[in-house]
T-cell receptor, first 115, second 110 residues
């Protein structure tokens, strides 16, 4: 998981609070994305970005906002946390190519509990 | 976006080859097949990827059928540390989205 850094690693929120999960990569990758993983489930795509200033929705975008002002950073914002957003969140990055066979690198994950 | 189908679980004896199948019958010509694995709740670990030809690296081999509708990941000599959930993923197209399926839990038995 070289080069993709997520913070914080653990966070407990109260229902209705807002927070931002940070993701940074130092590999000059154009493509970045956020996933969530619920217990016993596979990863589901929340939002992704193919470059600075460009973002798009994935499978489960509701309740989350993203922005991409720089190549290095791709923060995920929870606007009003709900218990259903209790999950492990993974950030990923890769070089971009239209028919890309590039390796995708994942961060170590951020464990979020909403009470 | 092409979807993948994998068996939910498989067993393999330690030291034997583990063959993990994946169906991706709706794959497009420019989409790659990727394999990742996840141990406990760690970040997914890259294993191998391919487009048309079979691929081999130090971890595994990837066999893709000629019609590209299915593939098999081969771990040649499975060890207990290979016990993990293995994800087959199709990626490509204009958006480069990476969509995970439910994966296969591989249990390597001593």
């Amino acid at each position: 998981n070289a080069g993709v850094t997520q913070t914080p690693k653990f966070q407990v929120l109260k229902t209705g609070q807002s927070m931002t999960l940070q993701c940074a990569q130092d590999m000059n990758h154009e493509y970045m994305s956020w996933y969530r993983q619920d217990p016993g489930m596979g990863l589901r795509l929340i939002h992704y970005s193919v470059g600075a200033g460009i973002t798009d929705q994935g499978e489960v975008p509701n309740g989350y906002n993203v922005s991409r002002s720089t190549t290095e950073d791709f923060p995920l914002r929870l606007l009003s946390a709900a218990p259903s957003q209790t999950s492990v969140y993974f950030c990923a990055s890769s070089p971009r190519g239209p028919y890309s066979g590039n390796t995708i690198y994942f961060g170590e994950g951020s464990w979020l509990t909403v009470v | 976006d092409a979807k993948t189908t994998q068996p939910p679980s498989m067993d393999c004896a330690e030291g034997r080859a583990a063959n993990l199948p994946c169906n991706h019958s709706t794959i497009s010509g420019n989409e790659y097949v990727y394999w990742y694995r996840q141990i406990h709740s760690q970040g997914p670990q890259y294993i191998i990827h391919g487009l048309k030809n079979n691929e081999t690296n130090e971890m595994a081999s990837l066999i893709i059928t000629e019609d590209r509708k299915s593939s098999t990941l081969i771990l040649p000599h499975a060890t207990l540390r290979d016990t993990a959930v293995y994800y087959c993923i199709v990626r490509g197209g204009a958006t480069n989205k990476l969509i995970f399926g439910t994966g296969t839990l591989l249990a390597v038995q001593p």
